[in-house]
């Protein structure tokens, strides 16, 4: 089997772009058949996107539609900018996932359903009242059925050790085989992968491997498929790539901020989803100095980062949104204590317990004004993937020179999704100084809130002698940090806490009006990037329109010349994943009346969506 | 109206200090009598010392704020008076309180310190000392603190065997909130949140620790300060989380809660003091002891009626807690005979032993050729132009 040119009579077709998307139950294993093919694609030099949906529960019962797991890839010979609204493919491994998928294919898509996953109990049991293979209810789609459990269990029939139960278990890689030679991917990334992941398991590796092929080559000889197709490499600047999540960026970003800052890193977490993927991805490079420990709760991951960023670490704790408003007294301390911290908010969808796998952007409000107190700090957001990386090393860049937490904004589609990452040079990273103190700052003393021309502190590790210094939550007075309840100190330092974050030096909001006449701004923050840029580059080049777009990637302190922009346009759009929070925000701050899209339905906010947004108000 | 925290070299501001020097070195003389070694044989990582350090280099410059009267004074300065006996520098001591009246003690300790919010002290300090082992890390907290609020990270903390040394000031009551019951007041505790009464059951602390598995559990009373010093010694010589338990006298709002251990008179009659490998006895002239009964339970004896022999000999480092436990059930409460001095010391692998160092060499050879590799590690590919 190779991946070369094909010998046989069909046909093949050349696409710019298509969705895939691969759903089953959660035992299924469609995100290991999402990421497999995700790899095959970056290979082949596609552009591409992803985006995983699971359900909360690890095993819900079988064959029902809370049991579902999908993996959706939208890959393309030219620069996309999101997994795709709408699958053009759904690959259904039994009743439930087309049931609950279905309704997001495109009509006149195409629907490759296992076959033999529709017994009439799963058909009961996905809510079906008959076969959505023997009635009307698929004729809008292309539907090729395949038998792929029976044929993968065929395929493996002469593997010794196997059970015909592990067989039909390897069925997710049949169906990645033949999809794979769907769009001409290649085999070896997925042969390679299966051979060191079952090297432990000769039988397992060989049922693993038979069932791929036998998916690969079902698709090369049946007369089932008449049609594959092929996906040129999308042109990209010159570099080496790799496929990213927001998570791997952010923990590599972190690692890096480590390497340059020349501070220990110390991550503190607590398991939650989809936060715990951090500690996960972290814990695994002790070789780079990384300290992670799990913490017997959330409050206690921030103490023990606050407490190590004391002893000159990089103190790091990650969490998603109810860990937030448990780590809320414990940053408002670090506000007052002014060390460094990275508190890292991988929103879900909320309140309380709220959607944990799905995706929200509505702790905005919180990560600005969530504690007691006046108690400013920067909050910066990632804006795709790969820009966690960057977002990482800026948050600890704010956060070691201002002598302040910082709190990072990502979410749970970020932290899931994927694309290719041009990698940076390592050697071209920005330095960050820590810049401890040595000695006495005053007179032969030392004075741990005697301020440099940023108002931030020096930052005074044990150890060190001549600077023995006690620092906590009691207000202090400037200068000295000595315990002082003065009025006019308790004035002058509030003033003070909120003057040294607002002079934290932030780029400008950098915006895109190619037509230099648009009268519109779309102004995004957070992981809406790649819907509002994929929209502007569309309605420019479908409908002809001219609109301006800009995203915000500090929310505090916001841009310095974000006011001047909000204002050279007649109408501002602010689409965002909660009910309208930067629209408050820059309302509030610039007496603007910005106009707000919102959209809470746990999804991500879709290429289409900002489309709609802008014809109403253009077209 | 301010208080300075970061003087040096102490200035004597109304602290009853003893300015002896004491000498730095590891000797006999400074040995606990309870045989667990001494400090400076596991110290060798802090680094040298200029000798001698005596209680003033310990001592902050700025006044103390506590009421008049209050055991906290007896404990600072047993505690300032103890730590040159550490044989480390005093930059290299870390003191981490929490909220109460016990918070403010690390303002008045010439160390660094962080005074953190209610009830995590213990994670703070987790965070200090699992990130730098050269340092010598002292929690101190009180019973609304470390067994309310903060309860979860104590017992984590223990469990884990953070090396930590944490000092609870059990005075029975809320201080700062002006005199609240707390986990530690007796059933029936009239206070001001409880006029008829709390119906609270009262943690034993020594048992919660002991059931959180921790290595080291010790219990001592705020004015003996021989004996405080004593058990301070044998926590900075143990290898992990030490927890002492330092009965507190509020004179304010819960005075006398100790009198049966601590007053005049009655101490003498009522303190059990344990010392490992000896027959325990108690009573000014060691005539009443501890045996087991016919039933297996421990008693209170007269010596004379059971006989020398039939004492149970206190074993603080047998592995199971057992005996420990049930010493530490002879006394529910402190109105009567109550074991001081400490119930367990065991050994068990210090949290994070070896990794700080394994870490910190691991950073010490990173440079930028390891960060590239790891950026371009997984499946990559080039794009040429």
């Not at chain 1, 108690?375 to 966690?388: E, G, R």
């Not at chain 1, 990637?553 to 309208?580: A, Q, T, W």
């Amino acid at each position: 089997m190779a991946s070369g040119p094909f010998m046989d009579e069909k046909t093949l077709e050349k696409i710019d772009r298509v969705v895939v998307r691969f759903a089953g139950d959660s035992g299924d294993g469609m995100q290991l058949t999402g990421s497999r093919f995700t790899d095959a694609t970056a290979v082949v030099g596609n552009d591409l996107a992803t985006l995983p949906d699971f359900p909360a529960e690890i095993r819900a019962p079988a064959g029902t539609p809370h049991g579902v797991s999908a993996f959706q890839i939208h890959f393309a010979s030219r620069d996309i900018l999101t997994p795709g609204d709408h699958p053009n493919v759904l690959v259904a491994m039994n009743p439930a996932a087309l049931i609950t998928q279905l309704k997001a294919v495109e009509k006149g898509g195409v629907v490759i359903v296992n076959e033999d996953g529709f017994s009439d109990h799963n058909v009961r049991k996905a809510g079906y009242e008959s076969n959505p293979l023997e009635d009307d209810s698929l004729d809008d789609f292309q539907v090729f059925r395949v038998p792929m459990t029976s044929m993968t269990v065929r395929a493996t029939e002469d593997i010794e050790g196997i059970t015909s139960r592990d067989a039909a278990r390897c069925k997710n890689l049949f169906a990645l085989g033949l999809v794979s030679w769907m769009y001409g991917r290649p085999t070896e990334p997925s042969i390679r992968w299966i051979e060191k992941k079952f090297e432990e398991s000769p039988p397992l590796r060989d049922a693993n491997l038979a069932a791929f092929r036998a998916g690969y080559n079902f698709g090369e000889t049946a007369e089932l498929l008449a049609v594959h197709y092929e996906v040129d490499p999308a042109p990209a600047p010159p570099g080496t790539y790799r496929n990213v999540n927001g998570t791997q960026a952010l923990a590599l970003g972190l690692i890096a901020a480590s390497v340059q800052s020349g501070l220990g890193l110390f991550l503190a977490s607590y398991p939650i989803t989809p936060a715990s993927e951090l500690l996960h991805a972290l814990s695994r490079h002790r070789r780079f100095g990384v300290h992670t420990v799990q913490a017997e709760d959330e409050i206690a991951a921030a103490n023990m980062a606050l407490g190590a960023a004391f002893s000159g670490r990089l103190g790091v704790t990650a969490t998603s949104g109810p860990g937030m408003d448990l780590k809320a007294e414990t940053i408002g301390l670090a506000v007052a204590m002014e060390l460094p911290l990275v508190v890292v908010d991988i929103q879900r969808a909320g309140p309380s317990t709220g959607m944990p796998t799905k995706t929200e952007a509505a702790d905005l409000l919180m990560a600005l004004y969530g504690r007691h107190g006046e108690s400013p700090l920067p909050v910066v957001a990632a804006c795709t993937p790969s820009n966690c990386f960057d977002s990482a090393i800026e948050a600890v860049r704010i956060a070691v020179t201002h002598r302040t937490p910082v709190i990072l904004l990502s979410d749970t589609f970020l932290a899931n999704s994927s694309e290719p990452w041009r990698l940076p040079e390592a050697a071209n990273l920005p330095d960050i100084d820590p810049g401890f103190a040595t000695e006495p700052n005053h007179d032969g003393d030392f004075m741990p809130y005697l301020r440099d021309e940023k108002l931030a502190r020096p930052w005074a590790i044990p150890g060190t002698p001549g600077l023995r210094h006690r620092i906590g939550g009691l207000e202090k007075e400037d200068v000295t940090g000595n315990i002082s309840y003065q009025p006019e100190n308790h004035d002058h330092m509030t003033r003070l806490r909120a003057e040294r974050i607002a002079r934290v030096e932030v780029p400008e909001l950098e915006v895109d009006d190619p037509d230099g006449g648009a009268s519109l701004l779309v102004l995004g923050w957070g992981s809406s990037y790649g819907a509002i840029e994929g929209a502007a580059r569309r309605l420019r080049r479908e409908d002809g329109l001219e609109l301006a777009t800009a995203h915000v990637r500090h929310l505090n302190p916001l841009p310095p010349n974000i006011e001047d922009v909000l204002r050279s346009y007649e109408r501002v759009l602010v689409p965002e994943m909660n009910l309208g929070q930067l629209s408050k925000v820059l309302r509030a701050e610039f007496l603007i009346d910005v106009e707000s899209y919102t959209k809470v339905d746990g999804l991500p906010i879709f290429t289409r969506d900002v489309m709609e947004q802008v014809q109403e108000r253009l077209l | 109206m301010s208080e300075s925290t970061n003087g040096h070299p102490a200035k004597n501001n109304g602290v009853d200090h003893d300015n002896a020097p004491v000498r730095a070195e590891p000797g006999p003389s400074h040995t606990a009598d309870l045989g667990f070694g001494e400090p400076g044989e596991q110290n060798l990582s802090h680094g040298p010392v200029e000798l001698p350090l005596t209680k003033a280099d310990f001592s902050s410059d700025q006044e103390t704020r506590w009421c008049p009267g209050c055991g906290d004074y007896a404990i600072l300065a047993s505690v300032q008076g103890f730590m040159p006996e550490l044989g480390i520098s005093p930059e290299k001591i870390v003191f981490v309180t929490g909220i109460g009246c016990a918070g403010r003690f690390v303002y008045y300790m010439d160390t660094y310190g962080m005074h953190g919010i209610h009830g995590r002290a213990p994670a703070l300090a987790t965070g200090v000392a699992t990130s730098r082992r050269d340092l010598s890390v002292w929690v101190v907290s009180g019973d609304g603190d470390l067994l309310s609020i903060g309860g979860n990270h104590l017992i984590h903390a223990l469990r884990r065997n953070v090396p930590l040394k944490i000092l609870l000031f059990n005075n029975q009551i809320y201080g700062l909130t002006k005199g609240q019951y707390s986990p530690t007041s007796e059933e029936g505790k009239v206070t001001k949140s409880t006029p008829f009464g709390s119906q609270d059951h009262p943690f034993n602390p020594v048992t919660l620790a002991l059931g959180a598995e921790a290595t080291f559990v010790a219990r001592t009373v705020d004015t003996d300060k021989k004996h405080v010093a004593q058990t301070l010694r044998a926590a900075a010589a143990h290898e992990g989380a030490a927890f002492v338990e330092i009965y507190q006298n509020c004179n304010v709002f819960n005075d006398g809660a100790f009198d049966a251990v601590r007053a005049k008179g009655q101490k003498e009659l009522n303190q059990i003091l344990l010392e490992h490998g000896r027959p325990i006895r108690f009573g000014p002239e060691g005539e009443r002891g501890v045996a087991r009964g016919a039933d297996g339970r421990l008693q209170l004896v007269d010596v004379a009626q059971v006989g020398e022999d039939s004492l149970v000999v206190h074993d603080a480092q047998r592995a199971e807690p057992s005996l420990a436990f049930e010493l530490a059930h002879l006394a529910a409460r402190p109105t009567g005979p109550t074991p001081v001095g400490v119930f367990r010391a065991v050994k068990r692998p210090v949290y994070g032993q070896g990794l700080a160092q394994e870490l910190d060499e691991a950073r010490a050879s990173t440079a930028t050729e390891q960060l590239e590799e790891l950026l371009h590690s997984g499946e990559t590919w080039t794009v040429h132009s």
